[in-house]
């Protein structure tokens, strides 16, 4: 039978938002699948599938409390950073899940479930700083009390250090200052604009301003910045080691991975 239009768009959507996740290097389970699938099809309500692992979460800290962080047990140990739990690599949040699997899984079907709302209602901004720390707060609301926040501290991923604390504010001013005075990318010639576009993916990267999940905020505002431009960007035939490796060269000022990847995920909608 042939999906309706509208479970044919949700499908997509679900796609591009998951791929985004699994750009980030989580995996999905088939119940995770499942899930999304009750929700393509109408079944239930985002919201209500939000709710309710929520639900699951509070009732699983009864059955396993030793899932979840108690703090008089960890008073003694030497934190990793402020946003991880004492003597962890765990990041606090707002059900203390303390076991790395099942954090894993809540950021997974959390952030994947909103990164899918925001496909269908964008989150409408200047394509300022502001603007991005709304996208990750949009993201994160159910997870993280820190969500849109700049983070405090530095942090690197395979050797590569992203912009220091110091200079987070003054370097998210020159980005998006240079954004505004690209007049947001419209009506430029395509390969020009595909070019700019990689190039502001780049720099937002670098800027990597959250303790955890810029990724998938910076792709969603990059999605939004090509769309108001007039252009379609579909990420979700995108693989993580593609993004990883453009990601890498980019840090050295070789923006070729970027321009591939949105070169092969860019339709024009005019």
């Not at 998210?172 to 240079?178: D, G, H, L, V, Y």
Request: hydrophobic share 35%.
């Amino acid at each position: 039978m042939r999906e309706t239009e509208e479970i044919a768009q949700r499908r997509k959507e679900y796609q591009i938002a998951i791929a985004s996740t699994e750009m980030e290097g989580f995996v999905f389970t088939d119940e995770d699948r499942h899930l999304f699938e009750k929700v393509i099809q109408g079944q239930i309500l985002e919201d209500k599938a939000i709710e309710d692992y929520k639900k699951y979460l509070v009732d699983l800290k009864k059955e396993r409390p030793e899932l979840f962080a108690v703090e008089d047990k960890a008073l003694n140990l030497k934190a990793n950073d402020s946003y991880c739990y004492k003597g962890t690599y765990i990041l606090k949040n707002k059900f203390d899940i303390l076991a790395e699997e099942e954090l894993n899984k809540a950021e997974r079907l959390l952030g994947t479930i909103r990164n899918r709302q925001l496909l269908e209602n964008s989150l409408q901004g200047n394509f300022d700083y502001e603007h991005l720390k709304k996208i990750h707060y949009y993201l994160f609301q159910d997870l993280y009390d820190w969500a849109g926040e700049a983070r405090n501290v530095n942090i690197s991923k395979g050797g590569t250090l992203f912009c220091t604390v110091q200079n987070i504010l003054s370097y998210a001013n020159s980005i998006f200052n240079s954004i505004k005075k690209d007049n947001y990318l419209i009506n430029l010639e395509p390969e020009q604009f595909i070019i700019k576009l990689a190039g502001y993916l780049a720099d937002i990267n670098e800027l990597h301003p959250f303790r955890e999940g810029n990724g998938r905020t910076q792709r969603e505002f990059i999605r939004l910045l090509a769309l108001n431009a007039g252009y379609e960007l579909n990420l979700s035939k995108t693989s993580q080691k593609a993004m990883i490796e453009a990601s890498i060269q980019a840090h050295y000022g070789l923006n070729v991975g970027f321009v591939k990847i949105i070169k092969s995920s860019l339709k024009s909608i005019n």
